[in-house]
């Protein structure tokens, strides 16, 4: 039989990086075994549900490098076979109408803490009309799960009630919808969240009664229920005060390979290194070495892992993964309410390219490629005023520094090699070492205290400009104020 496995969002938010997770392991498997990865849109919730939110999904799938073999399909345009599966198991007596309200049965419960409804219209025969629900008669005995990761769960039956599978408006409910969609996409293999277990019995008593009353008569489908996803404090994420949109990091500057290599190691671990490949994530994933643990999902972990990726392109692929940062205009997409700190006529395509070698290996992040060269592209770049403090006007030393600089540019020839050997000399004449002689001369050319190699940068900025940033800082050198 092939494996089909489904990845079953719904479009009521943005796509958290547990859904991100759960739809990497749902390929990962399927390319695995040469099975097929299907994406269905649950979008039943017509209160919650938003187009744009069907967008976020697909997009960040796309980025991510998720490719589908089936769909994207809608849950909503299978609602007369929703209907249709309800009307056969209430045919078949599995299903009873209910006329209860949400007041009603909580007075009987009273200080009962025990959640579920009572079964008060089970035997009643209640008539079904505009006001009543149909609920899943649930029978006695026991439900035996069995999870790849988690191992056999046992649920006494006595312990799930009856449970609504449509309300009296018509509208089929979540656990209905999707065990008839699973059975008729033909899915094997159900991995998805642990948010889900409490679920998982009584989607597994809807398909066996569908078995039963409708045909075919199709086996259940394997679970693999994943762990949690938790922040450093070992609770859940929260959308509130954790990054968890997929769309988030990508705006930051994460590269796809490299979050999808993080993504996999949240619940599960490669042989040997943890920087792999996809070509390597698919040949060895298995859903039975997923842990059970909660994963905790470490941002710094995943920056230092994007900085590896970042560090391996060749410098083609980097311009190109930078654009959306520096040059949008020509960019495939770009990140959400961002604006290079330069007007586009500004922007130097070749200058850029002369000094991206040194940047590349300074940036964990493509959006911090913009605060690096920003000085390249505008003739007054912003201004750290503590480094400029300490550096230049509040430097006694400044003045000769930046007259030695000024002098020996003026001559020397604009080599990253030459302008060093040179800067060397007059720092020797000075008696003063390195660190402190380019500190003065760094932040009059950026107007930062870091950035790219000075000698590189001094080269790319030309030495007419170079030189003009230099004599205005020394026009201030000394004094208190910018």
């Not at 990086?17 to 075994?33: D, E, I």
């Not at 006529?345 to 991206?356: C, G, L, S």
Request: proline share 5%; hydrophobic share 45%; net charge negative.
């Amino acid at each position: 039989m092939t494996t089909r496995v489904r990845f079953a969002p719904s479009p009521t938010g943005l796509f958290h990086v547990g859904s991100a997770r759960s739809a990497l392991f749902n390929w990962l498997f399927a390319r695995q075994q040469g099975g097929v990865f299907l994406l269905r849109i649950e979008d039943t919730d017509a209160d919650r549900n938003r187009e744009e939110w069907v967008d976020v999904i697909i997009n960040s799938m796309q980025w991510l490098g998720m490719d589908i073999d089936e769909g994207p399909f809608r849950q909503s345009e299978n609602a007369e076979h929703h209907k249709a599966a309800v009307e056969a198991l209430y045919a078949a007596g599995v299903l009873y109408s209910c006329a209860c309200t949400g007041d009603e049965v909580q007075a009987r419960k009273g200080d009962n803490k025990t959640p579920g409804y009572d079964g008060h219209c089970r035997d009643l025969n209640v008539a079904r009309s505009a006001t009543t629900a149909l609920r899943f008669k649930v029978p006695e005995g026991m439900t035996t799960v069995h999870d790849v990761i988690r191992g056999t769960i046992e649920f006494q039956n006595a312990v799930i009630d009856d449970f609504v599978v449509a309300k009296s408006s018509g509208a089929v409910l979540y656990n209905m919808a999707n065990v008839v969609d699973d059975r008729a996409d033909r899915i094997t293999h159900v991995i998805r969240g642990e948010d889900h277990i409490s679920n998982t019995p009584k989607q597994q008593l809807i398909w066996e009664a569908l078995s039963k009353a409708t045909g075919p008569d199709l086996p259940l489908p394997v679970y693999a229920h994943l762990p949690l996803l938790v922040d450093a404090s070992r609770k859940k994420l929260s959308k509130r005060k954790d990054p968890v949109s997929v769309e988030l990091f990508r705006d930051q500057g994460f590269l796809a390979d490299a979050f999808v290599n993080f993504l996999s190691l949240l619940g599960w671990s490669p042989k040997g290194e943890e920087k792999v490949s996809r070509a390597e994530l698919i040949s060895q994933f298995t859903l039975a070495e997923v842990n059970q643990s909660p994963a905790f999902f470490d941002v710094a972990k995943l920056t230092n892992l994007n900085g590896a990726y970042v560090r391996e392109l060749s410098l083609d692929d980097f311009i190109v993964a930078t654009l959306p940062w520096i040059d949008p205009k020509n960019a495939s997409w770009s990140p959400a309410d961002f604006e290079t700190p330069w007007p586009d006529d500004r922007f130097d395509a070749e200058r850029y390219r002369a000094i991206a070698p040194v940047v590349q290996e300074r940036v964990a992040l493509l959006s911090e490629v913009p605060a690096m060269v920003d000085f390249l592209f505008l003739e007054n770049p912003p201004l750290d005023e503590a480094a400029w403090a300490k550096a230049v006007t509040g430097d006694a030393d400044a003045g000769a520094i930046l007259d030695a600089a000024i002098a020996c540019y003026g001559e020397a020839t604009f080599d990253a090699e030459v302008l060093h050997e040179k800067t060397l000399s007059f720092t020797e004449q000075l008696g003063m070492k390195l660190r402190k002689v380019q500190a003065p001369i760094r932040v009059a050319l950026t107007g930062k205290s870091v950035g790219p190699p000075l000698f590189e940068s001094l080269v790319v900025v030309g030495r007419e400009e170079v030189l003009r940033r230099l004599q205005a800082a020394r026009e201030v050198a000394g004094s208190t104020a910018p």
